[in-house]
């Protein structure tokens, strides 16, 4: 009889170990989830510099001197003020639209009307995406200009960070070598 309850008690005790790792393994899990970190915002939410490359990996790569740092860094900071102001314009139509899409009854005007919203929105972002390509190859040197190239066809259609290929084909005639 001693002896199960020995045998009880350790068998007891070990369990309870066992639960406490496990707890321990999954507060630490919680803890480390998106849901507590910066990382794990939505993409609207996210800066540009939290979402894209880095400033000082770009700076680098293309060896910016120090009048074009300069350059560059302002309009990099104005075109973060505009883009954080049209991204929030665009979470906001959306939000919107989703409430009215949730609605019992549809308001077919006001879900148009903000979808037309959405539209311009999301045409005003692709436009100033272009305009902000376009004055940053006005910084540019030609050899400059060619690795940015470089860059901007790895990493848009298709190209990956590793080099590896993948996705989809970039258009016929888009971003030729010749500048």
């Known amino acids: 009889m001693a002896q199960t309850n020995k045998k009880n ?15 321990s393994a999954l507060i630490t899990i919680g803890v480390n989830s998106r849901f507590f ?3 794990g915002l939505s993409r609207p939410e996210r800066s540009f510099q939290q979402r894209g490359m880095q400033r000082r990996d770009f700076e680098n790569m293309l060896d910016l001197s120090n009048e074009q740092r300069i350059k560059f860094s302002k ?19 959306r939000r919107q639209l989703n409430e009215e899409l949730a609605q019992v009854d549809l308001d077919l005007e006001k879900i148009e009307e903000i ?3 959405i539209v311009a929105t999301d045409t005003k972002i692709r436009n100033q995406a272009t ?6 190859r006005k910084i540019l040197g030609a050899k400059q200009k ?4 470089k860059m901007m066809k790895s990493r848009k259609y298709g190209g990956r960070r590793d080099g590896r290929k993948g996705g ?3 258009p016929q005639g888009f971003m030729n070598d010749s500048i």
Do not use: A
Not at 12 to 22: A, E
Not at 88 to 93: A, G, I, L, P, R
Not at 131 to 136: C, G, K, L, Y
């Open 9 to 23: 008690r350790i068998l007891t005790i070990g369990l309870v170990i066992l639960i406490l790792i496990n707890v």
């Open 37 to 39: 970190r910066k990382e």
């Open 75 to 93: 309009l990099r900071q104005s075109e973060r003020i505009l883009m954080d102001k049209l991204m929030k314009e665009m979470t906001v139509y």
């Open 115 to 117: 979808n037309l919203n």
């Open 131 to 136: 305009m902000m390509n376009i004055e940053i």
């Open 146 to 149: 060619k690795e940015f190239l």
């Open 168 to 170: 989809p084909p970039p």
